[in-house]
């Protein structure tokens, strides 16, 4: 697609494009802002001025080159047959079509938004943020036929940033409020959404009422208004089928439609269980539950945390591991609002495995965690690695504790019987990112002994070679 007055190309070959920060002409939003936002609403036809793009605060080709600057964008659309039920679908849309806009990159949603502008687009005209609303609006009227007006307004001005992410936030948990209450029993139906599949060509989602999509943009509601609207669009009904087993999340109708829909890579989805076949997921998700197997315990980090989690991994680390659409037992990609459901992690404990999440999470989730472990539950602030994380348990007596092998049952297992004798005591295998290690030969040392505590490690393979085997082959 290309526009005669938009000085660069807009298409969808533009959507996998990254702009590197040497490339970059400015950041907006991103993991160094505090304040950034989009927002979409559906307004009365009256209140919408189809074509306006308003710029508060210094325009693009005014903002600081190679730095990074708080930033909101508002849509507001009105047309006869619109809902404000679409308001969570729409809004999703904005992140495609800014990536549609050749050198403009944009990732993640709601209030975690990270643009980059890059410095060729801008050296081509793409210098004001009236052409990208242009785009926005147009796209937004091309794929919607019953949006009728559109009008965008950008925000540069770190106040009005600051004063509409507010807003944002209570129009956010407004919309989040809605499916709270409800439970996949009371419904026939769940959706899938397969909008991430330009970046993970196998992911799909599956959103019910009890699990929020993990990229925190689409609940239930949102899905069903997005497959009514657009049946052919990227989310669609998944009929139930038979419910094997209601603690896991088991449904037929979601293995069926998992297959279908990976390509055949997922094959069995348990939808609220982290270590047994946890949902696949893009890359989009508001945080990651991490199993750490030190203390039989589930850690979470969100998008926007800037230190290393308790595993010492940092987000982005922890995020590769999860991300590409693939089902990585002990990882999994969640949103804040599935926190808050009564069936989240059901089959491990639910949050009374939850051993660690950075603070600024547990106080949103506040009101969701049961109050006899809120003290129980370990933050940036009560242990940095896992030492710190395993006194800290000790010490509060936290429910994980009590599945921990007793000191003295311990000893007894070492001397009784070698580490790949002692029986499992837990059955999914769980996937940990390691490096791999060489370890030096000791030339004519002494002998050692390695001992296992605590761990449980499954190797597909374990290769011992002669360092002078390795020698004469070169
Ligand atoms: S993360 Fe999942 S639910 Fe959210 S837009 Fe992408 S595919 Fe859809
Ligand atoms: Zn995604």
């Known amino acids: 697609m290309s526009f005669a007055d938009i000085p660069v190309d807009v298409g969808v070959v533009y959507e996998g494009e990254r ?4 490339q970059m002409f400015v950041e907006l939003g991103g993991p160094d802002e505090d304040h950034k936002f989009e927002l979409l609403l559906v307004k009365p036809m009256e209140e919408v001025e189809d074509g306006k793009v308003e710029v508060v605060g210094p325009d693009l080709k005014d903002l600081p080159e190679g730095e990074h600057v708080p930033f909101g964008v508002k849509v507001e659309v009105a047309g006869e047959q619109l809902e404000r039920d679409l308001e969570g679908v729409f809004e999703r849309r904005i992140h495609d079509f800014f990536n549609y806009i050749q050198g403009v990159m944009h990732l993640n949603q709601r209030d975690t938004i990270w643009l980059r502008v890059a410095k060729s687009s801008v050296q081509k005209g793409l210098d004001s943020f009236r052409y990208i609303g242009l785009v926005l609006q147009r796209m937004f009227k091309a794929e919607f036929p019953i949006i009728e007006k559109a009008q965008v307004t950008f925000y540069t001005d770190p106040k009005a940033v600051e004063e509409q992410l507010k807003f944002a936030r209570e129009v956010y948990e407004a919309r989040d409020a809605r499916v709270r209450g409800m439970r996949d029993e009371d419904v026939d139906e769940f959706y899938g959404c397969t909008l991430c599949q330009s970046f993970a060509p196998t992911n799909v989602c599956i959103i019910t009422p009890q699990r929020y999509a993990a990229c925190g943009a689409i609940s239930w509601l949102d899905a069903r208004a997005s497959a009514r ?7 669609f009904p998944i009929p139930k089928g038979e419910c094997k087993d209601p603690d896991l999340g088991w449904y037929t109708g979601v293995d069926e439609a998992a297959k279908k829909y990976s390509m055949g890579e997922i094959e069995h989805i348990n939808l609220y269980s982290l270590l047994d076949h946890p949902p696949c997921i893009c890359g989009c998700f508001e945080a990651v539950a991490f199993y750490i197997p030190e203390v039989d315990g589930i850690g979470i980090v969100h998008r926007d945390f800037k230190g290393v989690a308790v595993n ?3 987000f ?7 991300a590409g659409g693939r ?8 949103s804040i609002e599935y926190m808050r459901s009564s069936r989240f992690f059901k089959p491990e404990g639910g949050w009374s495995r939850v051993v660690w999440l950075p603070k600024a999470v547990k106080e949103r989730v506040k009101d969701a965690i049961p109050p006899e472990l809120y003290d129980k539950i370990a933050t940036e602030e009560d242990a940095t690695n896992l030492e710190e994380l395993k006194e800290f348990l000790k010490r509060v007596n936290h429910p994980v ?9 311990e000893e007894e297992v070492e001397e009784a019987a070698p580490p790949e004798a002692a029986p499992p005591t837990f059955a999914p295998t769980v996937q940990v990112p390691m490096q791999p290690v060489t370890m030096p030969a000791a030339p004519a040392g002494p002998s050692f002994k390695i001992s296992f505590k605590n761990v449980r490690v499954r190797a597909e393979k374990l290769v ?10 070169k």
Do not use: M, Y
Not at 316 to 322: G, K, N
Not at 327 to 334: T, Y
Not at 401 to 406: A, F, G, I, L, T
Not at 464 to 473: C, N, T
């Open 401 to 409: 504790v009590e599945r921990w092998p007793k000191e003295e049952e």
């Open 229 to 235: 609207i657009n049946p052919s669009g990227p989310n």
């Open 316 to 322: 982005s680390t922890l995020a590769d591991q999860t």
């Open 327 to 334: 089902q990585v037992p002990g990882f999994n990609g969640i």
């Open 464 to 473: 011992f070679r002669k360092l002078e085997e390795e020698k004469k082959k």
């Open 312 to 314: 010492g991994l940092p």
């Open 19 to 22: 702009v590197r920060k040497e």
